[in-house]
C-alpha cells in the first residue's frame, strides 16, 4: 500500500512536469523560467476554488518510473525530502525548463500535492501560472479543438487553458485558486485538528504511523504536522467499537467514545453509489450459456449488477445467463463476510449463490421476501468473493433478481486506526459501540452524537433527520378517531363503545386547537361466523360444525357441507383488540413512523417514510387445514412504492403503486394460499423515491379475512368441494378422498373407489390417474401392478433382473448440456442417493433427470410399456413408457404439461443386462420439449424363449426315415434371440411319406406332426393364418430373394422393388413342378414420356403391352404358367429420379406370388402384424381396422386401450398426447340468418386425449356467410342466375353481345360450412396411411401428415359438369422433403404441373387444367416416399363454366372466341378457319383465300407460305409438290413423301432421328408421339429410338431456286415448331438437289445444323426435273442378228425419269429396198409413231388431271403417292400389254 500511494504522489508530479513541458513545445522557450512558489497554493483557499473535472488519464499510468523507493529507517513518506528522497524525474520526460528537473522536492512544498480519503492525489495550482501560461503561450497553436487555432483563440481565459493542459487522471484532483501572488497567505493558522493520523498494517511485527494533513483543512502556519513514529510494536489487534491509540510509544486499543462507533479492523459497504470505494473494488459482468452448455462472458451488451445508492441489485439478465458481482480482499486473521440481501426469484430453478474462492458457500437462495443478514466464516488471507444471480432456461417470477444492502467483512486489518464519527442524523450514546442508531422522530443531530436534540416548538423531524423542518398547523386531517372496547352504559340496554380523537403519530404538526371529547356510539354486529352469548359484550366464534351471519345465531351444518371459519379483520380502531387477534407492526429504516397506524375501518403503512424503509405489519394465524389469505388494498402514492405480501411458507406477492403503476389508486383484492399449523404474515410496505414531497406516500388496507382460522368462525355451511366429502353433519371441515379413491362433484357425502386401470395415490383426488399403457391398478387402487413380466404382442418379457430394488438407479447418463440421468427398469423403489427435490427430498421415481445446480427433476413416475419403434426393424424388444412426471413449461402456449419418458429396452444377448444411454448418437436426450428418449441394449429386451424361437429342418429320407431337427432363430453373431423359458426339443425321427399329393390354395399339408406324417392329408390353414398352396409370395426385398437377379432394381425399402434410372431389368427364374401361375402387383409411373413403362417378358415372349401410368393403386396382373423351367423377366424402359419439376417414372412391384412351384405347402403362414384371419382355410389376411391391432397369427384384431389409438393395418397402438391446437380444426355451421358460427373441432381420426385448456367452443359468432365464386345470398341461400344471366344490383341480367355470363363455382375460397369434406369430392388414400385420405380444414384440405414407414398416395377427387368448355384455377402447396409431390389429372389424363415446387418458388402456387363440356373428374394426388415427411394443401378452387355455376359479372369474350347473342353463357371459340383478335366480339372471321386458321380459338389467320395455297376451308396450307422451273421444266417431289425416314441426326451422336413428309403434314401411331401419347401431325418431327417426338415445323414455305449454271434446288423451310428448350420455336430447313444417280440417298446434316435450327440437304434423282420423253430420251435399235434385233429407248438427260423407258426386240430381216419405198416406209412408220404418241400424251394429261382432282378434293389435302405408284404401274403394264 506504501508503495502504491508513493507510485500515486510520483506520477502526479511527473505529470506535472510533463504538462509544463507541453506548454515549451507550444510556446517560445524562455517564456516561463520554471515553477515558484506562487505557483501553486497548498490548500483551496475558499470556495472560489475550482474542482476540474476527473479525466481518464491512463497513459500517465504506464509511464516509467525509474526510482525506486525503499522503505528504511527515516524514510518520512509522504513528504519527499530533497537531501536523499528527492524524485528523480528522467526520461522519457522532455524537461525542457529550469527549475522543474525536480519537481516538488522541497519540504516547503509538500502540500502542493496530497492525497485525499479514497488514496486519490490532489494538486492545487495558483490561477497566476495559468494566466503566465496562457500570456506566454497566446500566439501558439493547438487542435484541442479539432481545428488548428492559436491558444488565445481555443480558449477564453488562463483558468480554462489550465484545464486543458492538466488533464486529470482516475486519480487526480486539479485545484485552481482565483488569488494571485502568494495565494496560501490568506489562510489561518493550522491546528492539531488539522491533520489526522493513520497506522499502517504489520509488516514483520512493527507498525508505523503516519500524520497527513486533512485534504478539507484551510490554514497555513500554526501548529507543525506531529513526527510520524516508525516500528512501533504490532501486539495489538482491537475489537469492534475500539481503535488503536498509541501510548507511551505503544499502539493500545482505546474504546470509541459516545458518538463514534468502529469495525474492528473490518470494512463495511452500506452506500451503494460507486463500485469503486475507499475500501471495496467491485467489478460486474454476465455469462451465458450457448446451446451446448458451455458458459461465457457475455458481451453483447452492458451487463451486471446495478446501483441504486440504498442497494445493489442484480439488474435484468435474460434466460439461461448469471449476473456476477465480484471483489477480492486479503484478510490479515480469520474473518467473516456478512451480506444483508433479498431475493425474488422462480423457487429452486433462479436464485442466488455466494461463491468464495470458486466454492459454492451459499447457494441456490431463490425467496428472501425481505432483506435477511446471514454471516459466512472466511479463513486469513486471500479471497475472492462472488455473488451471482443465475437463470435457468425458462420461467421468470416475481422481480426476477438478488439485491444487497450491507456488504460488511472483518479482519481486514488488524484494527481500526480511528473511531468513526456518528453520521449526521444518527447517535451513539454508548462507548465501544460498532455502530450508530438513528434519531428519533422529532429529533435530530448534526454528527458525533451522543444523544439527539428535540426539535424547537414549531418544527418537526422525521426519524434520521439531520435538521428540524417547520411544521404546519394542524388539521382535521391530523386527527384520528378510534374506539374503545363495548361495554354496558348506564341508561341503555344496548352495548355501545366510545369514540374518541388522538393525534396522528408521528406527530408532525403544531396544535392549533384542542381535540374533542369522547362520544359513545352503539356497538356494531358481529362480524359473520361469530355470536353474542346472552349477556356478554364480546362475541365469540359460532361452535366448531355450525355457522351463522353475526345476526342470528348459529345453524348445525348438514352432512356434504363443512362449515369453514374465518378470522376477520373490517375494523381498525385498537391495538389493544388487534394484538390479541394476531395483528402487530414495526417499522425498520427511514421510519416516519413506527409502523401501521389505525384509521377506524382501515389501517395504513404510516406517513412521513423515507427511502430506505421496511413498514411491516404481521399477522399470525393459526389454520386447522390449508386455507386462503384474502385482503384488500390500495395504493396512495406520487413516487414509487410497493408492498411485498410474505407468508412464513415461502409464498409472497410483490404489488406495486404509484409512479410504478402511473399513479392507479384502485381497490384491488389478492387472495393467497395458508398452510396447515401456524402461519405468519408479514405486508412489508417500501419506497424508491427519496425526494421530500413523497414522504406522505402509503399503502391502505380495508379488510383481511383469514380461512379455517383456529379462532375464526363460520359464516355459512359451504359445499364439499371435489375430492373431498362429509359423511355427518357438524362437520368442521370435510374429509379427504381416501388414496384409491376420487371424490368428483362437490357437496359429497362419500369418496368413490378408482375404476379397474386407474388410481389415486394421494388423499383429495377429484380423478384417478390413468396406469400407463397395458398395465392394470393394483387392488386397493393407490397404484398400479408393475411386475417385470409381462406378456405383450405376443411375447413374453421378464425384466425381473433389471430392477434394482435395493441398489442404486442405473447411471448417470449425461447429455449434451451436461444433465445427469438415472433411470430404473420397473421398480420405483431404490436407495435413491442421486435424485432430489429442490427441497431436498429424494424422489421416488423410475426416470430422473438431474441437472448442473443438483436439483432433480421427476421424468415419470407411472409405469406403461408399448411396442419397440419400427425404425429397430425385426429386432426384439419393448419400450418402457414413464408418464406423470414434473410439470413442464411449453414457451408458446404457456401450458403445463408432465413430464415424460421413453426407454427403448433393445434385445442384444451379448449385452448382459447393460446400461442405458441417450436414445440419439450426438448425446441427445431430451427429444421434444420435457420427452426424455433412452436406449438401452440388454439381454432383458429379448422375450422369453418359446417355441417361436426355434426352427426344424427336414432331412432328407434315409432308409425310409427322414430327420427333424430343431435349430435356435440366431443373429448374425450366433446368440439366440431370447432368454430362460422354453428349451429346444431334441430331434426326431419320422417315416418317410408320400408327399406328392396337391394341395389347393389355404390348404397344406404338416410333416412335423408324427401321427399324420406316414399318411400326410391337405388340411386347412387355422384362423390367423393362410396358405397359397404350393407357390411362395415374394413380399420382402430388402435382400433379394433366391431365384431372381436385378440390374438397377433396387429394393432396399423392403415393401416393394424399385426399377432405376435407364432401362433396368429384374428376372425371376425357376422350376414349376405343376401347371400354376405367376401373379404381381405393381404401379407404374411414365408422366411426361408415354414410351416409357414397364414391359414383363415370359420364357423372352412379351406378356401384353407396355404398361404406363397406372395411378396412385398398386395393380394386380396374372398369367398362367406351365410345369417346368421359366424365366420371367420385368424390365422398364426409360426410367428417370424425381425432380422439384415432375415426379419419377418408374415402377414399384409390391409382391409377386408364383403359385406350381411344389404341390401343397408344408406349413401354414402365419398371418403378419397388422392383419388377421378369422376363417380357416384362406389365402390371404385381412387389415386391422381403425383403433385395433395384432402382432401377427391373429384370428382377430384386439382393440387399443381407451389412451391409444392407431390406424389401418396397425401392429401397434400409440398413446394419445394431450391434444394440441395443432389436432383441432375450425369449422363453420350453415349459414342461419347470414350469419354462421366458427367451432372448433377434433380432427378425425381422434388421436388425441381432449384436455380443459382446449376442447370443442365456440370461437366466433354471427361471421357473415361467403357464398361460393358466382353465388349471391339472399337471406340464408346461396343463389345463382339461370344460365346466361349475372346478378348486377339485386337483380339477375342478361349478358350482352361480345359477352358471356360464365357460370362459376368454387370450394375453399373461404371457409365451408360443416366438418367434413364436401360432397362434389371423395378422398382415399393406399400405402402405409395414417388416415383415409385428404383432412377437412374449413379453409383448405390437406393431404393428412402421414410420418410412417412406408410409401404413400393420398388422392382427393373433384366430379364437376361443365355446360361449355371451361377451365379450373386452384392454389395448392407442398411441404416436406423433395421426392414427395403432388399430381394432378384430368379425366385421367395427367396435367403439366409442378410436382414439387423448389423453396423458391414454394407456395401457395396457382395452377389452371381445361375442362371439357360435360362431365369432368379432377384429381390431385399427393405422393409420399417411404421414410420421409410431408404434406399438400389446395385452396381456393374456382371452377370456370360449371353447369352448377353462376355469375356476378358479365365478361368479355377474348379474343379468338365470341358470343353472337345476348344471354350467352359462354364464349364460342372460333372453329377451324376462322379467327378473331378483338375483345367482345360478336362473331368469327373466315380467312381469306391465303391463309389458314389450323386450330380452334384462333386469334388470326396464318399466311400461307410461298408456293403453298390454302384448301378450301382454310385449315390448312397445301402444295401438289410439283414445281415449275423457269425453263418449262417441272420437278416431282412426290415420291419423297413414300420415303419419311427417320433418318439419323448426326448432331445428336444418333440418340435423335428426323421424321419428314415434305409436301403434306402426317402422323403416325408409334412414331412422332407427344409425352401422353397422342401422335404429333406435322411436316417434320424430331424422333427418339422409342417414338417420342418434337414438332421441328409444321409451317411450310418453298422456294426455287435456279442459280446459273448450277443446277436448280428446291429449299423446303418449316417453321413454328416446338420452342421448349429452345430461344424461339425449332426449325427446319431442307434444301433438295438434282443427282440423277442417287435412286436411294438420304438426307444430310450441314455445319451450320443446330439443335433447334436443323439444316439438311438432300442431293436425289427427285430433285432433278421430269423427263421429256421427247428431248430426254433417244432410241437406239441393234444390229439385226439371227433374225431378231433390239430396239431401246434410252434417257440421255440428268432428269427424273427411267434410264430406259423402252425396250423391245423384234424379228428383223435383210431386206434390200430403193429409195424411194424406205423413204415411205420410214414416212409411215414416223406417222404411225407421232399418232400414238399424241394419243399417249392425251391420255397422260388426262390421267394426271385426274388424280390431281382427287388431290385438291379429298378429305385431308392428302393423296397418298403410294396409290399414284400402284396407278403408274397398271399403266405400265397396259403399256407393256
Known amino acids: 500500500d506504501e508503495m502504491a500511494s508513493a507510485r500515486h504522489l510520483l506520477v502526479l508530479l511527473l505529470f506535472v512536469a510533463s504538462a509544463v513541458a507541453q506548454l515549451d513545445e507550444y510556446c517560445v522557450a524562455g517564456q516561463i523560467n520554471g515553477f515558484d512558489d506562487a505557483d501553486f497554493f497548498p490548500t483551496p483557499a475558499d470556495v472560489a476554488a475550482v474542482n476540474m473535472p476527473r479525466q481518464l488519464g491512463r497513459l500517465l499510468l504506464q509511464r516509467s518510473v525509474r526510482r525506486e523507493y525503499r522503505r528504511g529507517p527515516g524514510y518520512d513518506w509522504p513528504d519527499l525530502q530533497a537531501d536523499d528522497h528527492g524524485c528523480d524525474c528522467?526520461?522519457?520526460?522532455?524537461?525542457?525548463?529550469?527549475?522543474?528537473?525536480?519537481?516538488?522536492?522541497?519540504?516547503?512544498?509538500?502540500?502542493?500535492?496530497?492525497?485525499?480519503?479514497?488514496?486519490?492525489?490532489?494538486?492545487?495550482?495558483?490561477?497566476?501560472?495559468?494566466?503566465?501560461?496562457?500570456?506566454?503561450?497566446?500566439?501558439?497553436?493547438?487542435?484541442?479543438?479539432?481545428?488548428?487555432?492559436?491558444?488565445?483563440?481555443?480558449?477564453?481565459?488562463?483558468?480554462?487553458?489550465?484545464?486543458?493542459?492538466?488533464?486529470?487522471?482516475?486519480?487526480?484532483?486539479?485545484?485552481?485558486?482565483?488569488?494571485?501572488?502568494?495565494?496560501?497567505?490568506?489562510?489561518?493558522?493550522?491546528?492539531?485538528?488539522?491533520?489526522?493520523?493513520?497506522?499502517?498494517?504489520?509488516?514483520?511485527?512493527?507498525?508505523?504511523?503516519?500524520?497527513?494533513?486533512?485534504?478539507?483543512?484551510?490554514?497555513?502556519?500554526?501548529?507543525?504536522?506531529?513526527?510520524?513514529?516508525?516500528?512501533?510494536?504490532?501486539?495489538?489487534?482491537?475489537?469492534?467499537?475500539?481503535?488503536?491509540?498509541?501510548?507511551?510509544?505503544?499502539?493500545?486499543?482505546?474504546?470509541?467514545?459516545?458518538?463514534?462507533?468502529?469495525?474492528?479492523?473490518?470494512?463495511?459497504?452500506?452506500?451503494?453509489?460507486?463500485?469503486?470505494?475507499?475500501?471495496?473494488?467491485?467489478?460486474?459482468?454476465?455469462?451465458?450459456?450457448?446451446?451446448?452448455?458451455?458458459?461465457?462472458?457475455?458481451?453483447?451488451?452492458?451487463?451486471?449488477?446495478?446501483?441504486?445508492?440504498?442497494?445493489?441489485?442484480?439488474?435484468?439478465?435474460?434466460?439461461?445467463?448469471?449476473?456476477?458481482?465480484?471483489?477480492?480482499?486479503?484478510?490479515?486473521?480469520?474473518?467473516?463476510?456478512?451480506?444483508?440481501?433479498?431475493?425474488?426469484?422462480?423457487?429452486?430453478?433462479?436464485?442466488?449463490?455466494?461463491?468464495?474462492?470458486?466454492?459454492?458457500?451459499?447457494?441456490?437462495?431463490?425467496?428472501?421476501?425481505?432483506?435477511?443478514?446471514?454471516?459466512?466464516?472466511?479463513?486469513?488471507?486471500?479471497?475472492?468473493?462472488?455473488?451471482?444471480?443465475?437463470?435457468?432456461?425458462?420461467?421468470?417470477?416475481?422481480?426476477?433478481?438478488?439485491a444487497i444492502e450491507l456488504f460488511e467483512i472483518t479482519n481486514i486489518r488488524y484494527a481500526d486506526y480511528s473511531c468513526t464519527p456518528c453520521p449526521a442524523g444518527q447517535y451513539q450514546p454508548e462507548t465501544g459501540m460498532d455502530r450508530c442508531m438513528d434519531c428519533d422522530a422529532n429529533t435530530f443531530s448534526t454528527g458525533a452524537a451522543e444523544a439527539c436534540e428535540a426539535c424547537p416548538e414549531g418544527t418537526f423531524a422525521y426519524q434520521g433527520s439531520s435538521e428540524c423542518l417547520a411544521a404546519d398547523d394542524c388539521t382535521e386531517d391530523d386527527v384520528n378517531w378510534l374506539y374503545g372496547e363495548c361495554q354496558t352504559i348506564q341508561g341503555s340496554d344496548d352495548l355501545h363503545r366510545s369514540y374518541y380523537p388522538v393525534w396522528d403519530e408521528p406527530h408532525l404538526c403544531r396544535e392549533v386547537f384542542a381535540l374533542e371529547d369522547p362520544v359513545w356510539v352503539p356497538c356494531l354486529n358481529c362480524n359473520p361466523g361469530f355470536y353474542r352469548p346472552v349477556g356478554s359484550a364480546s362475541c365469540v366464534a359460532c361452535p366448531s360444525g355450525s355457522a351463522g351471519d353475526g345476526i342470528h345465531g348459529c345453524q348445525t351444518c348438514t352432512a356434504g357441507t363443512q362449515a369453514i371459519a374465518y378470522e376477520y379483520f373490517y375494523y381498525f380502531d385498537s391495538w389493544n383488540f388487534l394484538n390479541s387477534r394476531g395483528l402487530t407492526t414495526s417499522c425498520e429504516g427511514e421510519c416516519g413512523t413506527d409502523g401501521w397506524i389505525l384509521h377506524d375501518t382501515y389501517i395504513e403503512s404510516g406517513e412521513g417514510h423515507g427511502y430506505?424503509?421496511?413498514?411491516?405489519?404481521?399477522?399470525?394465524?393459526?389454520?386447522?387445514?390449508?386455507?386462503?389469505?384474502?385482503?384488500?388494498?390500495?395504493?396512495?402514492?406520487?413516487?414509487?412504492?410497493?408492498?411485498?405480501?410474505?407468508?412464513?411458507?415461502?409464498?409472497?406477492?410483490?404489488?406495486?403503486?404509484?409512479?410504478?403503476?402511473?399513479?392507479?389508486?384502485?381497490?384491488?383484492?389478492?387472495?393467497?394460499?395458508?398452510?396447515?399449523?401456524?402461519?405468519?404474515?408479514?405486508?412489508?410496505?417500501?419506497?424508491?423515491?427519496?425526494?421530500?414531497?413523497?414522504?406522505?406516500?402509503?399503502?391502505?388496507?380495508?379488510?383481511?379475512?383469514?380461512?379455517?382460522?383456529?379462532?375464526?368462525?363460520?359464516?355459512?355451511?359451504?359445499?364439499?368441494?371435489?375430492?373431498?366429502?362429509?359423511?355427518?353433519?357438524?362437520?368442521?371441515?370435510?374429509?379427504?378422498?381416501?388414496?384409491?379413491?376420487?371424490?368428483?362433484?362437490?357437496?359429497?357425502?362419500?369418496?368413490?373407489?378408482?375404476?379397474?386401470?386407474?388410481?389415486?395415490?394421494?388423499?383429495?383426488?377429484?380423478?384417478?390417474?390413468?396406469?400407463?399403457?397395458?398395465?392394470?391398478?393394483?387392488?386397493?387402487?393407490?397404484?398400479?401392478?408393475?411386475?417385470?413380466?409381462?406378456?405383450?404382442?405376443?411375447?413374453?418379457?421378464?425384466?425381473?433382473?433389471?430392477?434394482?430394488?435395493?441398489?442404486?438407479?442405473?447411471?448417470?447418463?449425461?447429455?449434451?448440456?451436461?444433465?445427469?440421468?438415472?433411470?430404473?427398469?420397473?421398480?420405483?423403489?431404490?436407495?435413491?442417493?442421486?435424485?432430489?427435490?429442490?427441497?431436498?427430498?429424494?424422489?421416488?421415481?423410475?426416470?430422473?433427470?438431474?441437472?448442473?445446480?443438483?436439483?432433480?427433476?421427476?421424468?415419470?413416475?407411472?409405469?406403461?410399456?408399448?411396442?419397440?419403434?419400427?425404425?429397430?426393424?425385426?429386432?426384439?424388444?419393448?419400450?418402457?413408457?414413464?408418464?406423470?412426471?414434473?410439470?413442464?413449461?411449453?414457451?408458446?402456449?404457456?401450458?403445463?404439461?408432465?413430464?415424460?419418458?421413453?426407454?427403448?429396452?433393445?434385445?442384444?444377448?451379448?449385452?448382459?443386462?447393460?446400461?442405458?444411454?441417450?436414445?440419439?448418437?450426438?448425446?441427445?436426450?431430451?427429444?421434444?420439449?420435457?420427452?426424455?428418449?433412452?436406449?438401452?441394449?440388454?439381454?432383458y429386451g429379448c422375450p422369453v424363449c418359446t417355441e417361436d424361437n426355434y426352427y426344424y429342418i427336414v432331412k432328407e429320407c434315409e432308409e425310409d426315415v427322414r430327420t427333424i431337427e430343431y435349430h435356435w432363430i440366431e443373429n448374425d453373431d450366433g446368440y439366440k434371440m431370447c432368454h430362460d423359458g422354453a428349451t429346444l426339443p431334441a430331434s426326431i425321427d419320422v417315416p418317410c411319406v408320400n408327399t406328392d399329393i396337391d394341395c389347393p390354395e389355404g390348404y397344406y399339408v404338416d410333416l412335423t406332426d408324427p401321427a399324420t406324417a406316414s399318411n400326410p392329408q391337405c388340411q386347412p390353414a387355422d384362423p390367423g393364418f393362410y396358405s397359397i398352396g404350393g407357390g411362395v409370395v415374394y413380399d420382402s426385398w430388402q435382400e433379394l430373394p433366391k431365384g431372381f437377379s436385378a440390374v438397377g432394381w433396387d429394393g432396399a425399402q423392403e415393401t416393394y422393388i424399385h426399377s432405376g434410372e435407364g432401362t433396368t431389368s429384374l428376372l425371376y427364374i425357376n422350376e414349376w413342378v405343376a401347371d400354376g401361375y405367376l401373379e404381381f402387383s405393381y404401379k407404374v409411373y411414365s408422366f411426361g414420356d408415354s414410351t416409357s413403362g414397364l414391359f414383363v417378358y415370359y420364357d423372352s415372349a412379351e406378356v401384353g403391352s407396355i404398361r404406363t401410368y397406372t395411378g396412385a393403386d398398386y395393380v394386380t396382373e396374372r398369367f398362367s404358367v406351365p410345369a417346368g423351367h421359366h424365366s420371367i423377366q420385368f424390365m422398364f424402359v426409360a426410367g428417370t429420379a424425381t425432380t422439384y419439376e415432375e415426379r419419377e417414372r418408374g415402377a414399384r412391384i409390391q409382391w409377386i406370388k408364383a403359385v406350381g412351384l411344389t404341390r401343397a405347402a408344408e406349413f401354414q403362414t402365419p398371418c403378419p402384424p397388422g392383419t388377421y384371419q378369422p376363417d380357416e382355410g384362406q389365402t390371404g389376411c385381412l387389415l386391422c381396422g381403425l383403433n385395433t391391432f395384432s402382432f401377427g397369427a391373429a384370428a382377430q384384431c384386439t382393440d387399443c386401450h381407451h389412451d391409444q389409438y392407431s390406424y389401418l393395418g396397425a401392429s401397434e397402438c400409440t398413446l394419445r398426447q394431450p391434444c394440441t391446437a395443432d389436432d383441432y380444426q375450425t369449422t363453420y355451421t350453415e349459414c342461419t340468418g347470414g350469419t354462421t358460427t366458427s367451432v372448433t373441432t377434433l380432427i378425425e381420426p381422434v388421436i388425441c386425449i381432449e384436455t380443459e385448456d382446449i376442447d370443442g367452443t365456440v370461437v366466433e359468432e354471427d361471421i357473415e356467410c361467403q357464398c361460393p365464386p358466382g353465388h349471391y345470398l339472399v337471406g340464408t341461400a346461396c343463389l345463382t342466375c339461370p344460365a346466361g344471366k349475372y346478378y348486377s344490383d339485386g337483380e339477375c341480367r342478361k349478358s350482352s353481345p361480345g359477352y358471356a355470363a360464365l357460370p362459376t363455382t368454387g370450394w375453399f375460397v373461404g371457409p365451408e360450412p360443416g366438418s367434413g369434406i364436401p360432397s362434389d369430392f371423395t378422398t382415399g388414400c393406399s400405402g402405409d396411411c395414417l388416415g383415409g385420405g385428404w383432412v377437412f380444414k374449413a379453409d383448405h384440405v390437406d393431404s393428412n401428415a402421414n410420418y410412417r414407414l412406408g410409401d404413400i398416395d393420398s388422392w382427393i377427387e373433384l366430379a364437376v359438369e361443365y355446360s361449355a368448355d371451361g377451365f379450373l384455377t386452384f392454389e395448392y402447396e407442398v411441404m416436406g422433403d423433395e421426392p414427395n409431390g403432388l399430381e394432378v389429372f384430368v379425366n385421367g389424363v395427367q396435367q403439366m404441373v409442378t410436382y414439387h415446387p423448389s423453396e423458391e418458388e414454394r407456395g401457395p402456387n396457382t395452377a389452371t387444367v381445361l375442362l371439357s363440356d360435360g362431365d369432368n373428374t379432377v384429381r390431385w394426388n399427393y405422393h409420399q416416399e417411404r421414410g420421409t415427411s410431408g404434406y399438400a394443401t389446395l385452396r381456393n378452387i374456382v371452377a370456370v363454366g360449371a353447369f352448377h355455376g353462376g355469375a356476378l359479372q358479365q365478361t368479355q369474350c377474348p379474343p379468338g372466341t365470341s358470343s353472337e347473342n345476348s344471354g350467352s353463357d359462354h364464349c364460342t371459340v372460333c372453329p377451324l378457319g376462322t379467327a378473331n383478335d378483338v375483345y367482345a366480339a360478336t362473331s368469327c372471321n373466315a380467312c381469306d383465300s391465303e391463309s389458314i386458321a389450323e386450330e380452334v380459338g384462333s386469334m388470326e389467320c396464318q399466311e400461307c407460305g410461298s408456293l403453298t395455297y390454302s384448301n378450301d376451308d382454310h385449315t390448312d396450307c397445301e402444295t401438289t409438290c410439283l414445281f415449275e422451273l423457269q425453263d418449262g421444266g417441272v420437278v416431282n417431289l412426290n415420291p419423297l413423301q413414300n420415303m419419311p425416314g427417320p433418318y439419323a441426326l448426326e448432331s445428336t451422336g444418333g440418340d435423335l432421328s428426323i421424321l419428314m413428309n415434305l409436301c403434306s403434314k402426317s402422323s403416325h401411331e408409334f412414331y412422332c408421339i407427344d409425352p401422353f401419347g397422342e401422335p404429333i401431325h406435322t411436316y417434320t418431327c424430331e424422333v427418339d429410338s422409342r417414338g417420342n417426338g418434337v414438332d421441328s415445323g409444321h409451317v411450310l414455305a418453298i422456294e426455287v431456286k435456279e442459280p446459273e449454271e448450277e443446277p436448280a434446288a428446291i429449299v423446303l423451310s418449316y417453321t413454328g415448331g416446338e420452342a421448349e428448350g429452345c430461344e424461339k420455336a425449332r426449325q427446319t430447313k431442307l434444301t433438295i438437289t438434282c443427282d440423277a444417280d442417287a435412286l436411294n440417298s438420304v438426307p444430310t446434316e450441314t455445319s451450320r445444323s443446330t439443335e433447334c435450327a436443323l439444316e439438311l440437304e438432300w442431293s436425289t434423282i427427285y430433285g432433278c426435273r421430269v423427263c421429256d420423253e421427247e428431248e430426254d430420251y433417244e432410241t437406239r435399235e441393234s444390229a439385226c442378228e439371227d433374225g431378231e434385233q433390239t430396239t431401246t429407248v434410252v434417257r440421255t438427260s440428268d432428269c427424273y425419269g427411267p434410264a430406259i423407258r423402252e425396250s423391245k426386240t423384234e424379228s428383223c430381216y435383210n431386206y434390200s429396198f430403193t429409195i424411194g419405198v424406205s423413204l415411205i416406209v420410214v414416212l409411215v412408220v414416223l406417222g404411225g409413231i407421232l399418232a400414238a404418241v399424241v394419243g399417249f400424251i392425251a391420255w397422260r394429261y388426262r390421267m394426271l388431271h385426274t388424280r390431281y382432282i382427287a388431290l385438291v378434293g379429298s378429305q385431308d389435302g392428302q393423296y397418298e403417292m403410294e396409290e399414284m405408284d400402284n396407278d403408274l404401274a397398271e399403266d405400265k403394264k397396259k403399256d407393256d400389254a
Open 90 to 402: 528522467v526520461d522519457p520526460l522532455p524537461l525542457r525548463l529550469e527549475g522543474i528537473s525536480c519537481l516538488m522536492c522541497s519540504p516547503e512544498q509538500t502540500y502542493y500535492a496530497q492525497k485525499n480519503k479514497n488514496d486519490d492525489a490532489v494538486l492545487f495550482v495558483c490561477q497566476d501560472l495559468c494566466d503566465t501560461a496562457y500570456a506566454a503561450c497566446g500566439s501558439a497553436y493547438t487542435d484541442y479543438n479539432g481545428a488548428m487555432e492559436t491558444v488565445s483563440t481555443a480558449f477564453i481565459s488562463g483558468l480554462d487553458f489550465c484545464q486543458s493542459v492538466f488533464e486529470a487522471s482516475d486519480s487526480l484532483d486539479v485545484y485552481v485558486s482565483p488569488f494571485s501572488d502568494n495565494c496560501w497567505d490568506n489562510l489561518p493558522l493550522c491546528t492539531l485538528d488539522d491533520y489526522y493520523m493513520v497506522f499502517t498494517d504489520c509488516i514483520s511485527g512493527t507498525r508505523d504511523r503516519l500524520w497527513n494533513k486533512k485534504e478539507d483543512s484551510q490554514c497555513s502556519g500554526g501548529v507543525q504536522k506531529p513526527p510520524n513514529e516508525y516500528g512501533l510494536q504490532c501486539a495489538v489487534s482491537c475489537e469492534p467499537g475500539y481503535a488503536i491509540v498509541s501510548q507511551d510509544g505503544q499502539a493500545v486499543c482505546h474504546a470509541c467514545t459516545a458518538g463514534h462507533y468502529s469495525l474492528g479492523g473490518g470494512v463495511r459497504q452500506e452506500i451503494w453509489d460507486d463500485w469503486n470505494t475507499l475500501h471495496f473494488s467491485f467489478s460486474t459482468y454476465c455469462t451465458q450459456k450457448n446451446s451446448h452448455g458451455v458458459t461465457h462472458i457475455y458481451t453483447d451488451e452492458p451487463c451486471g449488477w446495478e446501483l441504486t445508492g440504498e442497494e445493489a441489485n442484480s439488474g435484468d439478465i435474460s434466460d439461461d445467463m448469471s449476473s456476477v458481482l465480484e471483489t477480492s480482499v486479503t484478510l490479515v486473521a480469520d474473518g467473516e463476510l456478512i451480506v444483508s440481501y433479498m431475493v425474488d426469484s422462480e423457487p429452486f430453478f433462479d436464485g442466488l449463490s455466494l461463491i468464495v474462492d470458486h466454492v459454492v458457500v451459499a447457494g441456490l437462495i431463490s425467496q428472501v421476501p425481505l432483506f435477511e443478514t446471514h454471516t459466512y466464516p472466511l479463513t486469513a488471507g486471500y479471497h475472492l468473493i462472488q455473488l451471482v444471480y443465475s437463470k435457468d432456461n425458462s420461467v421468470s417470477r416475481g422481480l426476477d433478481q438478488a
Open 612 to 939: 430506505d424503509v421496511q413498514s411491516i405489519l404481521s399477522l399470525d394465524a393459526e389454520l386447522v387445514e390449508d386455507g386462503t389469505l384474502s385482503f384488500t388494498y390500495s395504493f396512495q402514492c406520487e413516487g414509487k412504492c410497493d408492498m411485498r405480501v410474505i407468508t412464513s411458507s415461502g409464498s409472497s406477492r410483490h404489488l406495486y403503486g404509484g409512479a410504478w403503476v402511473q399513479n392507479q389508486a384502485v381497490d384491488q383484492t389478492i387472495t393467497m394460499v395458508l398452510h396447515e399449523g401456524d402461519n405468519v404474515i408479514d405486508f412489508v410496505f417500501s419506497k424508491d423515491s427519496t425526494a421530500e414531497e413523497f414522504r406522505n406516500d402509503r399503502v391502505i388496507i380495508t379488510q383481511i379475512t383469514v380461512s379455517h382460522d383456529v379462532d375464526g368462525g363460520a359464516p355459512e355451511c359451504v359445499d364439499c368441494p371435489a375430492g373431498s366429502f362429509s359423511a355427518h353433519s357438524g362437520e368442521e371441515v370435510c374429509t379427504p378422498a381416501p388414496a384409491g379413491s376420487y371424490v368428483a362433484e362437490p357437496g359429497s357425502t362419500s369418496a368413490t373407489p378408482c375404476p379397474a386401470g386407474t388410481f389415486s395415490s394421494e388423499e383429495g383426488a377429484t380423478e384417478c390417474d390413468m396406469c400407463g399403457e397395458n398395465v392394470d391398478s393394483n387392488d386397493d387402487r393407490t397404484g398400479c401392478d408393475v411386475s417385470c413380466r409381462f406378456d405383450y404382442q405376443g411375447h413374453t418379457y421378464d425384466m425381473l433382473a433389471m430392477a434394482r430394488t435395493d441398489g442404486e438407479m442405473y447411471g448417470p447418463v449425461t447429455d449434451l448440456d451436461n444433465n445427469d440421468y438415472y433411470l430404473n427398469a420397473c421398480t420405483d423403489q431404490h436407495n435413491n442417493r442421486t435424485c432430489f427435490s429442490g427441497h431436498g427430498t429424494p424422489i421416488d421415481t423410475y426416470a430422473c433427470q438431474v441437472a448442473e445446480n443438483g436439483v432433480g427433476e421427476d421424468l415419470g413416475n407411472v409405469f406403461g410399456y408399448i411396442p419397440l419403434s419400427e425404425e429397430y426393424g425385426s429386432t426384439p424388444g419393448i419400450t418402457l413408457h414413464y408418464t406423470y412426471g414434473d410439470l413442464c413449461l411449453n414457451h408458446t402456449s404457456l401450458e403445463r404439461f408432465p413430464r415424460q419418458s421413453f426407454v427403448d429396452v433393445v434385445c442384444q444377448p451379448s449385452a448382459g443386462i447393460g446400461m442405458p444411454a441417450p436414445y440419439n448418437p450426438d448425446g441427445t436426450v431430451e427429444t421434444e420439449q420435457c420427452v426424455y428418449r433412452f436406449m438401452w441394449y440388454s439381454l
